[in-house]
């Protein structure tokens, strides 16, 4: 089974609420390329100091 990691609905309406949350976030920091989410949330652990737990809860929260 695939662990969830709360970017599965509509990533323009997520992203757009991430830059709204987090003004340090830029759109190259949310570039999500298709298979790449790992990735992703990699780079928003280093850029905003939290946890994978911490972001799936800030995506669900969206």
Known sequence: MKES????GNWNE????LKQKFAILTDNDLL???GK???LLGRLQKKLG???EELQ?????L
Not at 14 to 17: A, C, L, M, Q
Request: hydrophobic fraction near 25%; avoid cysteine; charge should be positive.
């Open 57 to 61: 809860k800030i995506f669900s929260e």
């Open 37 to 39: 989410k790992d990735e």
């Open 5 to 8: 990691t709360g970017l599965d």
């Open 14 to 17: 997520i992203k757009g609420k």
């Open 32 to 34: 999500l390329v298709e």
């Open 50 to 52: 939290k946890t994978k």
